[in-house]
């Protein structure tokens, strides 16, 4: 196996919930993804999922337990620090990018993230030439429009640009939270194949959360399910080639002890 990227150790988080009492969103999770591995990470609403990512992309700290990354403990480490070297779409695509920045700003932003800032612009002929290269990989005639306001994009495009911007600079890490949830199918369609496309071809180790089952079990090698803020499946090699929906609602439905057939948005 190859050495982890990602190690999660006895993680929880909890948050106050009104009257004095707390609820436990993350409960002593532990994970390790190692270089190269594309983890779907499914569950209910209020399993934890989003929660953990926020925990591993530095948005939270965790109560109790170590976040380490490449080897590095990054239990602590600001939001900001590990955006050098933590890619991340939202499902929103409007928190991305800045919608009234253009194309090549918004692209030049995002290759700079980490870096040391400095007053030269930010645009530089080298840069928009390869800003024409790399939008032209995603066919939406967006190579064309680099000093367009991402603003004036659709919901797809933009969150296209996202996920470019998100890997532009090979992050170990690359955390996409239901990037494709607030997309219509069409569109969602063709930003999971770009999804598919660049975590391929950049080798990226990733951590991707969805509602979608099938989806869950078609993309990347392996997945794993939360409930009530724990890992309570992990799925991966010949169990989870053969695993259908059918099965992963019947998975669903023993952990919880309830039917799903309510829960609209797992079934999606």
Known sequence: M?????SIKKVSKSF??????????????SLTVPQGQFVTVIGSNGAGKSTLLNLVAGRYIPDTGTISLNGTDITNLSEHRRAAFIGRVFQDPLQGTAASMTIE?????AESRGLRRTLRRGVTKE?????????????LGLEDRLRSE????SGGQRQSLSLLMATMTKPSLLLLDEHTAALDPKTAQQVVAL??????????TTLMVTHNLEQALRLGD????????KIVLDLSGQVRQTMTVADLLAEFTRVRGESLVD????LA
Request: proline share 3%; charged share 25%; hydrophobic share 45%.
């Open 2 to 6: 190859n050495s982890p990227v990602l």
């Open 16 to 29: 106050p919930v009104g009257g004095g009492s707390t609820k436990i969103a993350v409960d002593r999770v």
């Open 105 to 109: 700003e918004n692209l030049s932003m």
């Open 127 to 139: 840069r928009r030439a390869r800003f024409r290269e790399l939008l032209a990989v995603l066919g």
């Open 150 to 153: 991402v603003g004036l994009l």
């Open 195 to 204: 999804t598919e496309r660049i975590v391929r071809e950049y080798g990226l």
């Open 222 to 229: 392996r997945t794993i399910m939360m409930h009530e803020g």
């Open 263 to 266: 829960d609209r948005l797992l």
